[in-house]
Every structure is written in C-alpha cells, then in structure tokens.
C-alpha cells in the first residue's frame, strides 16, 4: 500500500512517517513541494503518486494571528481539505483528516462527545471546522488537542525554553484540556485508518490538566531527566491576565470512548507521555 502525508514536515507528519505500518509505502508533501490550496497540484500529485490513503497532518495552526488572516487560514484548513477530499475520491482513496477542540465553546462541563454541537469562539476554529465539513462523511476525522512532539513549535518545548531562561514563568490555569503525544496521535490514525474506520472520532492522551499544571508537570520531569538545573516559580493566571486577540474555549476535554473501542484500549495518560517526551529530548540532545 502506498500513503501520501500532506505536512510531512510537522510534528504530527513527522509522527506519521515514523510509525507508519511495516509494508506502507510514504510519500510526504509539505508547503515547499506541493501547494495544497491550488487545485491543479493537488489534482496532479494525487494522480501522479496514486496513494491508497492520504492523510492530512497540514493546518495553519496559528491560532491568533488567524484573527486577522482569516482568509489565509481557511484556504489551508478549509479549502485546501476540500481539494485533498475530492482527490481521494477521484482516485479510490481514502482520506484522513485531523481537525481541533477548537470547534467547541468550551461552555461545557464534560467532555465534548464526537456529535456534540459544535460552536467556535474565533477564526482558527471557524476555519477549521469548515474543513471538516468539506472532507466528507465517507472520510476519517479525528479532532486532537494540545499536541506536542521533540520537534517543532510546541508548548513542552516552549515552557522549557523559558524556565531555562526566566525568573519564573506565567501560565493559564483556568483553561482545561488534555495533551496529546504526537507519535501517539500519529500510530492511533495509522490503525484506525487500517480498520476503514469513517466519521468522526477524538483522539487525546488520557486525563485532565490545565495549562498551569501541564507547565509543572514539565519542570518537574525536566528537573529529574537533567534538562533544566534548577526550579524557577510557577505561576497560575487566570485568562483575563493574558490578553490575547483569539478567544480560546474555557473547557475543552474530548470524549474519546468511541475511540478507545475502535482502539482496543485507552491511550497513555498524558503525563507518561510527557516522561517519555523529556527522554527523548535528553537522548537525542
């Protein structure tokens, strides 16, 4: 089998081709190979490689500069799923689509179900969820949250560029969601992709935590692994305190029992990945 990863160069395009399944044969695109807002490429790629699955690991994820560049962000998280949608079908692939708890409110006090409404506060998630719409029921769609990887703009390697720099670093603690462990992501759409599982699907590491206790859970696991040398003070904020031009949802745990079954299985809690994130990071230096 042959699988053409669109944002090959990602954290999450990186994940896909590391843990692709023995046999399957890769082909990656990233943004200097193939632009995937223009319908002719797309068109021409997809014909020339003739994938049996694409999966689509490339978003404009900048989630407040999307404030002001709405059109921008929707040519990459809509139009251009739209475009990659129709390629599939034209050639008998399947398509897989990875989409963000961005297309929720945050308003509610459980975890967000796969048909839960959705309601988005900004562009990215408005973008976003006119993606998903324009992959497609016979596509799989599977909404992630807070990724993070060894490579790539991420918060893990963000807060340990500021503790290993600051006095002490700030951090939303009225924001609540789950982690997510790039390769984790990356091996589960590789299985559910196998099983032709369609529709929609959420996929997070297991457990709760805002972004103040995700930003401890760092320090500390970075302390004992030797990558920071000494604790710098850790302070809660309250989103009123960090102004940003986005509004970002309050509570945004997915519901991921629909995944698990088709999994076999919960996945890792969150701050075991983390652990292995930190190894990772010290091994590879």
């Known amino acids: ?16 081709a590391a843990s692709a399944p023995e046999g399957m044969e890769i082909v990656g695109h990233d943004i200097d190979t ?5 319908a002719a490429s797309v068109r021409a790629v997809v014909a020339t490689e003739k994938p049996d699955l694409i999966l689509n690991a490339a978003a404009y994820t900048a989630v407040d500069k999307a404030e002001s560049e709405e059109d921008a962000a929707y040519a990459v998280n809509a139009t251009a799923v739209g475009l990659l949608a129709e390629a599939a ?18 308003s509610a006090g459980t975890p967000y179900a796969p048909d839960a409404e959705t309601n988005p506060l900004g562009a990215y998630g408005r973008t976003k969820l006119a993606g998903e719409h324009m992959a ?10 807070w990724v993070y990887a060894p490579t790539g703009g991420n918060f893990v ?16 603690a009225d924001q609540i969601g789950t982690p997510t462990w790039a390769p984790g992501l990356a091996a589960a759409l590789w299985k559910m992709a196998g099983a032709g599982i369609t529709g929609f699907h959420h996929y997070t590491d297991a457990g709760v935590a805002s ?11 970075a302390l004992a692994a030797g990558l920071l040398n000494a ?17 970002r949802p309050g509570y945004s745990v997915l519901d991921k029992a629909s995944t698990f079954a088709a999994l076999g299985g919960p996945t890792p809690h ?6 292995v994130m930190i190894a990772r990071i010290r091994a590879e230096g």
């Open 270 to 275: 969150w701050r075991s990945n983390l652990r």
């Open 34 to 38: 193939l632009d995937i807002t223009d």
């Open 1 to 16: 089998m042959k699988a053409l990863i669109v944002g090959s160069r990602g954290q999450l395009g990186r994940g896909l």
């Open 157 to 172: 390697r963000t807060m340990l560029r500021l503790m290993g720099e600051r006095p002490e670093v700030r951090v939303v």
């Open 136 to 145: 497609g029921e016979d596509a799989l769609i599977v909404r992630t949250a």
């Open 89 to 106: 079908r034209a050639n008998n692939a399947r398509f897989v689509h990875v989409s963000t708890d961005f297309v929720f409110d945050g």
């Open 211 to 221: 972004w103040y206790d995700f930003a401890v859970a760092i320090q500390e696991e």
């Open 231 to 247: 604790a710098v003070p850790v302070i809660p904020i309250a989103t009123a305190d960090f102004r940003t031009p986005a509004k």
